[in-house]
């Protein structure tokens, strides 16, 4: 998929005109009978209308002017309207569609264009008969001088950090080990300008980052521990920003083994706040968004074996701090907490994790947002609420009152994995907060990050969540 800035308009190309209920389109129309249909379609409420101009297609797709008010509600709005003509375009063969707005802004192509894009989204590696299944359209172009290139370029470039991010999550194991998924971070590096650093089985012993070979032990593949950096000259922060990502290849639950009928068949996905972390870092390089940003990934995959790590084990994690676990299934606070105390070192402005990590941050809030908490300044959580807004990757914000680390003292170590039945999403952030000493912010996107059901601009499977939020995020702070 390709979202370019166009300036020519043929008789033949096919359009979107996007407007109101009473714009005028006939500059687009050819004959008084098409005129005559639009407007009775208009008058039946009708908000997506085809014209089949036989050379070629113009659909009008029109805006409630209720919502015109609610920026974040109209641009979602745009976005799952445009995700309604990939039938349209399949059936009718259009490979390339143009978008103008009349009496709109510029805002609402490139919301527009976006929905249109995630919802192409496709993964057919794995098919047969690939080409066949194929979406057609392949361009999105935008027409309109109220947009300058450089809006439309990096919207192309968010789209492909998404779609990375989308198929790394939807990769199986049996592709995708860490080592795979090092090697697939290295290649987006290369290709977006930014550098990674992969520290393999050895170095990570000789680091004693003890949670991550913990969860290591039970599995046939090695791990890897990965550092992407993206430090452009005209950075506008001293310190850098750091996104640490979880990075659970596949999570059986190790010997506290998930029952496999709902609970494990999709845990592949369990790398997705690496994906995210890894999309993010693509797309911002390619923008040459003036950030400087590091990123950290801890992966393995959990699993039970002989030598697995047990419950009741004891582990020396990377800052010396001992964990007694009780519950090998929570498996990614004792790989990120490995990944931030290493976050110290670089004195950070910021550090934000992503981790599929609670069943119990799912269960609260569903799948319509990703549950956040942390201790950085009210100002800080306040923008990045206003990125979930703007971007429709929403943030509820739970409580992180010192009362919950209570829960996880242990018995004979300095803390134990898991706390006990009441707030589970919270005590896993306070197990994080732990091996912190900056500010945090700790986003649990369990929910989200995978579907099971197409919804609107979401295919199934890997949604790609974290990366248009961060995105945005680090381009209101480049202004
Ligand atoms: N990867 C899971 C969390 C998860 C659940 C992600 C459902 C996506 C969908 C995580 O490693 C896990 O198993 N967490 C446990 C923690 C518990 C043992 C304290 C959970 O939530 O049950
Ligand atoms: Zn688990
Ligand atoms: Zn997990």
């Not at 998404?162 to 790394?168: C, K």
């Not at 890997?462 to 995020?473: A, C, E, H, K, T």
């Amino acid at each position: 998929m390709l979202i370019y800035k166009t300036t020519s308009l043929g008789k033949n190309d096919s359009l979107i005109l996007i407007g109101l209920k009473n714009s005028d389109f006939s500059a687009y129309l050819k004959t008084d009978d098409e005129i005559k249909y639009l407007k009775k379609q208009v008058k039946n409420d009708k908000k997506h209308i085809v014209i089949n101009q036989l050379n070629r297609f113009v659909y009008i797709n029109i805006v409630d002017s209720k919502i015109l008010k609610d920026k974040d509600k109209l641009h979602e709005t745009l976005r799952r309207d445009a995700s309604k003509y990939k039938t349209g375009f399949n059936d009718n063969n259009i490979t390339e569609i143009k978008i103008l707005e009349i009496d709109g802004e510029a805002s609402w192509l490139l919301a527009f264009a976006e929905g249109l894009a995630l919802a192409n989204y496709q993964f057919l590696k794995y098919f047969k008969d690939k080409e066949e299944k194929e979406n057609k359209l392949g361009l999105i172009a935008i027409y309109s001088n109220k947009i300058n290139k450089k809006e439309v370029e990096d919207l192309n470039y968010l789209i492909q950090g998404v779609y990375l991010s989308r198929s790394l999550v939807n990769e199986p194991l049996s592709y995708l080990t860490a080592v795979k998924l090092s090697e697939e971070i290295s290649e987006m590096g290369k290709e977006a300008g930014f550098t990674v650093e992969v520290f393999h089985k050895k170095k990570i012993e000789s680091l004693k980052m003890g949670g991550l070979l913990a969860v290591n032990k039970g599995s046939v593949d090695p791990p890897t521990f990965n550092i992407l950096e993206y430090k452009p000259k005209n950075a506008v922060n001293k310190k850098p920003y750091v996104l640490v990502g979880k990075g659970i290849v596949f999570d059986t639950g190790g010997l506290s083994l998930k029952p496999t009928a709902d609970s494990m068949d999709y845990m592949k996905s369990d790398m997705a706040g690496a994906a995210a972390v890894a999309g993010t870092f693509y797309s911002i390089a390619k923008a040459e968004l003036p950030v400087h940003v590091i990123g950290l990934i801890p992966s393995t995959d959990n699993r039970p074996d002989g030598n697995a790590y047990a419950p009741g084990d004891v582990i020396t994690m990377f800052d010396g701090t001992t964990v007694e676990v009780l519950n090998t299934d929570a498996e990614g606070r004792m790989i990120l907490a490995d990944a931030l105390s290493w976050a110290k070192k670089y004195h950070p402005e910021l550090v934000i994790d992503l981790a599929t990590l609670t069943g119990a941050a799912w269960v609260a809030i569903g799948t319509e947002g990703m549950v956040g908490m942390g201790n950085a300044k009210r100002k800080v959580m306040d923008s990045l609420q206003k990125s979930g807004y703007a971007t429709h990757e929403r943030i509820a914000e739970f409580p992180f009152w010192e009362e919950y680390a209570g829960q996880l003292k242990s018995d004979i170590a300095d803390l134990k994995n898991i706390g006990g039945k009441l707030a589970g999403a919270i005590t896993a952030g306070k197990f994080l907060e732990h091996f912190t000493d900056y500010p945090y912010i700790h986003l649990d996107i369990a929910g989200p990050s995978y579907s099971k059901t197409k919804e609107t601009y979401k295919p199934k499977g890997g949604s790609g969540v974290g990366v248009r939020l961060l995105f945005n995020f680090f381009q209101n702070l480049s202004k």
